[in-house]
DNA sequence: GATGCGTCAAGAGCAGTGCTCTCATTTCCG
DNA sequence: CGGAAATGAGAGCACTGCTCTTGACGCATC
């Protein structure tokens, strides 16, 4: 069966909408994302857009979904181009803050402060989860725990990152924290007057980092 | 001269409106907050509030620099509380936490994603510098280097932690972001099915930071 | 091949927003 | 006391999300 010509127009549509509000996301921010302004660019009366979109919110968590596999995607590709475990990490580190410096409205739209009235559905979850996965694979993978005990409480939920050692499990974690911690300062200017050189500043965080989860 | 009707009620009515905001604020967040409707409840037509505040962003504004003061208010009532170094840090954290947590709204207004087509203007810079300054303060008086060489790039603005060894510069702006990034993702949601423990978890956090910038 | 179902775009309309302008009233100060 | 400044009210503009109705079109079935 081909897809039909109504079938194939929707899906050109669709796609149409939602690169439009991906433009205007990024020229203007979350906020400032307007159905009727999809509309006109997109060619068509407001009104039409509902075929497509059930409403603003539903737009938002498209672009959402898209937005965590972008960056996603390119930290499991910073991943897979190899080298030593230390250089994977910070490679994967790297990925995300350029990527989020690259769309820095996307990024404060996942990482950012919630959209008020928005709760997150359940099929973000999934995609959210990526760069977490990735970081957590490294560690299980080459961290090395040095043979001891946790000294960590433990207060991660059971499971959460398999095959990583119980005593790295806590430091993985304040790890994955101090990574977006870091992007978001830089992205919305609290390193501004502080931090000069960005790049190196970042670099050595990663390091400090790739530390703590016994990278090396 | 007594200040006058006239500037008493004006005293007032400002009072009343930035009181209206930020209790919207708190309600329903910043993207929600409407000029019109603070009006409304304080009893006067929207055009009229327009002699007290110059836009919404202004008005954004007042609530941005009252928030950054509010929590560098407590983060100095902890710090001032006394106790060995560590225990100080950890008030400090504490304090950063609970307040975030009782005033999630004024916390992403300030530290969430900014407002799109909304740039912090200059007189907020000093409010927003309060709490890092706490947490220098105790590195630089307590905060012991090793007597080591800083192992760390010279990246950051001269002059900026004034008292604080070369070598633990970089490693309180570590601790800074990690208090933020921390934060953050609690409130808004990050370590949903992740952290079990949010309590402890952030006490583990915040004691790995003190390690860190040399305190004990 | 004609027909009727379901999808689609368009338009009008509702309630809300930020902001500006005008106008009348009130308070202050010389 | 009278003019100047400050204040509040109202109307109005251009915009928003969203709903409902109306008319046209593609398409599978009879």
């Given at each position: 069966?081909?897809p039909?010509?109504?079938a194939?127009?929707?899906?050109e549509t669709?796609?149409?909408?939602?690169?439009?509000?991906r433009?205007?996301?990024?020229?203007?921010?979350?906020?400032?994302?307007?159905?009727?302004?999809?509309?006109?660019?997109?060619g068509m009366v407001?009104?039409?857009?509902?075929?497509?979109v059930?409403?603003?919110d539903?737009?938002?968590?498209?672009?959402?979904?898209?937005?965590?596999?972008?960056?996603?995607?390119?930290a499991?590709?910073?991943?897979?181009?190899?080298?030593?475990p230390r250089e994977?990490?910070?490679a994967v580190w790297?990925?995300?803050?350029?990527?989020?410096r690259e769309?820095p409205?996307?990024y404060?739209?996942?990482?950012?402060?919630?959209?008020?009235g928005?709760a997150?559905?359940?099929?973000?979850?999934?995609?959210a989860g990526?760069?977490g996965?990735?970081?957590a694979g490294?560690?299980?993978e080459?961290?090395?725990?040095?043979?001891?005990?946790?000294p960590?409480?433990d207060?991660?939920?059971?499971?959460?990152l398999?095959?990583?050692?119980p005593?790295?499990a806590v430091?993985a974690?304040?790890?994955?924290?101090?990574?977006?911690?870091?992007?978001g300062?830089?992205?919305?200017?609290?390193y501004?007057?502080v931090v000069?050189?960005?790049?190196a500043?970042?670099?050595?965080?990663?390091d400090?980092?790739a530390?703590s989860?016994?990278?090396?």
């Amino acid at each position: 069966m081909p897809p039909g010509v109504r079938a194939r127009a929707r899906a050109e549509t669709t796609r149409a909408i939602l690169d439009e509000a991906r433009r205007q996301l990024a020229e203007q921010g979350a906020a400032a994302l307007s159905l009727r302004s999809v509309a006109r660019e997109v060619g068509m009366v407001s009104s039409a857009v509902y075929r497509y979109v059930a409403s603003r919110d539903e737009l938002l968590t498209r672009l959402i979904v898209e937005a965590y596999d972008a960056v996603g995607e390119r930290a499991e590709a910073a991943r897979d181009a190899g080298g030593p475990p230390r250089e994977q990490w910070r490679a994967v580190w790297r990925a995300v803050r350029d990527w989020a410096r690259e769309h820095p409205a996307e990024y404060a739209l996942i990482y950012g402060s919630p959209v008020p009235g928005y709760a997150a559905p359940a099929e973000t979850i999934p995609a959210a989860g990526r760069v977490g996965l990735v970081l957590a694979g490294i560690v299980g993978e080459h961290g090395d725990a040095g043979g001891q005990e946790s000294p960590w409480p433990d207060v991660l939920r059971a499971d959460l990152l398999p095959g990583v050692p119980p005593a790295l499990a806590v430091p993985a974690i304040m790890a994955w924290t101090q990574l977006y911690g870091t992007v978001g300062f830089e992205l919305f200017g609290q390193y501004e007057n502080v931090v000069d050189d960005r790049d190196a500043y970042f670099d050595a965080v990663a390091d400090a980092a790739a530390t703590s989860v016994g990278l090396d």
